[in-house]
């Protein structure tokens, strides 16, 4: 006689019973697994961008201190009493040859106000370390060694911040808008956003924004 054990339709629907019970089971640990997984992810993920975060903010921080240097100073050479806007675009044309060495391509202009009135030119592209005030006695500080060095700066400062979004890049084009108003308020807390190639530092009186340009490698 067959020893095989025989079973009946109640033992068979007890037992896929008991095999779903467990399927269920083990599909419940797998849904909790995958959570836990993609809720670590999201964590890492938001502690990362913190951290861009805290880094651009500290250079930032650095390049709004220069550019009050900047306006020192040419009040200081003119009879330019108060500077309240300025508009500054750079635009950096960087190829990597690794993490420490970056050489970049910059023109810069920069337009100085007084309320609505144009006093002073930066442009690196038409006229190297110069800048111009035309309407206050055709003041034009040229080659100055100062105005070498708050160039030279910028430049840096705004390299520090591209280590920061681009380092994996091995070649890129970026555009970096900077202005400062001083009729604005200021805001309490300054807002700070990475959204895919670009970043935006917004404080009120002082905004940058840093943006990939078309035609990137």
């Given at each position: 006689m067959d020893s095989q054990q025989l079973y009946g339709r109640k033992?068979?629907?007890k037992i896929i019973e008991e095999h779903l019970k467990e399927t269920d089971k083990s599909q419940k640990y797998d849904q909790q697994l995958n959570k836990s997984s993609e809720k670590i992810f999201e964590i890492m993920e938001n502690l990362n961008i913190w951290e861009l975060k805290y880094r651009i903010r500290d250079h930032v921080k650095g390049l709004k201190e220069l550019f009050n240097e900047i306006y020192e100073y040419v009040k200081e050479k003119t009879d330019i009493s108060e500077i309240k806007k300025s508009n500054t675009v750079a635009y950096s044309y960087c190829k990597k040859f690794s993490n420490e060495l970056i050489l970049c391509e910059n023109d810069i202009i920069m337009y100085l106000y007084e309320d609505k009135e144009f006093l002073c030119l930066l442009d690196t592209q038409h006229s190297p370390y110069h800048?111009?005030?035309?309407h206050h006695d055709d003041k034009r500080l040229r080659y100055s060694h100062q105005i070498t060095s708050f160039i030279d700066s910028i430049k840096e400062k705004i390299l520090d911040i591209h280590k920061i979004l681009y380092l994996k890049l091995p070649e890129y084009h970026t555009r970096t808008d900077i202005s400062m108003d001083l009729d604005k308020p200021?805001?309490?807390?300054?807002?700070l956003s990475i959204n895919g190639n670009s970043?935006?530092?917004?404080?009120?009186?002082?905004?940058?924004?840093v943006s990939l340009q078309r035609g990137v490698l």
């Amino acid at each position: 006689m067959d020893s095989q054990q025989l079973y009946g339709r109640k033992d068979l629907m007890k037992i896929i019973e008991e095999h779903l019970k467990e399927t269920d089971k083990s599909q419940k640990y797998d849904q909790q697994l995958n959570k836990s997984s993609e809720k670590i992810f999201e964590i890492m993920e938001n502690l990362n961008i913190w951290e861009l975060k805290y880094r651009i903010r500290d250079h930032v921080k650095g390049l709004k201190e220069l550019f009050n240097e900047i306006y020192e100073y040419v009040k200081e050479k003119t009879d330019i009493s108060e500077i309240k806007k300025s508009n500054t675009v750079a635009y950096s044309y960087c190829k990597k040859f690794s993490n420490e060495l970056i050489l970049c391509e910059n023109d810069i202009i920069m337009y100085l106000y007084e309320d609505k009135e144009f006093l002073c030119l930066l442009d690196t592209q038409h006229s190297p370390y110069h800048i111009e005030c035309p309407h206050h006695d055709d003041k034009r500080l040229r080659y100055s060694h100062q105005i070498t060095s708050f160039i030279d700066s910028i430049k840096e400062k705004i390299l520090d911040i591209h280590k920061i979004l681009y380092l994996k890049l091995p070649e890129y084009h970026t555009r970096t808008d900077i202005s400062m108003d001083l009729d604005k308020p200021k805001k309490a807390i300054p807002e700070l956003s990475i959204n895919g190639n670009s970043a935006i530092y917004d404080e009120g009186i002082f905004y940058m924004k840093v943006s990939l340009q078309r035609g990137v490698l």
